[in-house]
């Protein structure tokens, strides 16, 4: 085996190990990159990551380290909206703004207020000028599909999942 071949068994890439990361969150890929987030949940969250990969051949490119007092408990989630060059991430629980990075230095750009808390986002997707999330229900009681409008901040739920259901995942 190449050294090459050895790195790309892992889908955390060892010059990350050095920071405890552990743990993928929900992923999106755009302009044929994978853009994975990256965190070091066992060791508390103080190295936020976002990997980039080759999205044919799953090859770590390059990674940049999030702010991590605008990702305090993680990443567990990116959305990237390649029209407007942005990619997308907040905290885990209580969300009450989403941080807006350039997608191509992932350099912090703004963050944008939601109208209310929306807790535990799984995953989210831009589609047609708005965000899809996957999170817990009013509450905390259920799993919801909410969706958050760029310009305004205002989130609606537009989605119940099964009652059944034990967790729900990007």
């Given at each position: 085996?190449?050294?090459?071949?050895?790195?790309?068994?892992?889908?955390i890439?060892?010059?990350?190990?050095?920071?405890?990361?552990?743990?993928?969150?929900?992923?999106?890929?755009?302009?044929?990159?994978?853009?994975?987030?990256?965190?070091?949940?066992?060791?508390?969250?103080?190295?936020?990551?976002v990997?980039?990969?080759?999205?044919?051949?799953?090859?770590?490119?390059?990674?940049?380290?999030?702010?991590?007092?605008?990702?305090?408990?993680?990443?567990?989630?990116?959305?990237?909206?390649?029209?407007?060059?942005?990619?997308?991430?907040?905290?885990?629980?209580?969300?009450?703004?989403?941080?807006?990075?350039?997608?191509?230095?992932?350099?912090?750009?703004?963050?944008?207020?939601?109208?209310?808390?929306?807790?535990?986002?799984?995953?989210?997707?831009?589609?047609?000028?708005?965000?899809?999330?996957?999170?817990?229900?009013?509450?905390?009681?259920?799993?919801?599909?909410?969706?958050?409008?760029?310009?305004?901040?205002q989130?609606?739920?537009?989605?119940?999942?099964?009652?059944?259901?034990?967790?729900?995942?990007?």
């Amino acid at each position: 085996y190449s050294p090459a071949s050895v790195m790309s068994l892992f889908a955390i890439p060892l010059e990350l190990g050095k920071y405890g990361s552990d743990h993928i969150g929900d992923i999106d890929v755009a302009g044929g990159k994978l853009y994975v987030p990256i965190e070091d949940g066992s060791k508390g969250y103080k190295n936020p990551f976002v990997g980039i990969y080759d999205a044919e051949t799953l090859v770590y490119e390059k990674s940049f380290r999030l702010p991590q007092p605008q990702q305090r408990d993680g990443v567990p989630w990116v959305a990237v909206d390649a029209p407007t060059h942005r990619v997308f991430s907040s905290e885990y629980n209580n969300v009450t703004e989403i941080n807006v990075y350039d997608m191509v230095t992932l350099a912090p750009v703004t963050q944008i207020q939601f109208s209310q808390m929306v807790d535990s986002i799984q995953g989210a997707k831009v589609h047609g000028g708005m965000m899809y999330m996957t999170a817990n229900g009013p509450g905390g009681v259920g799993f919801a599909l909410w969706r958050v409008d760029f310009t305004t901040g205002q989130v609606l739920k537009v989605g119940d999942f099964s009652k059944s259901l034990v967790e729900v995942e990007g």
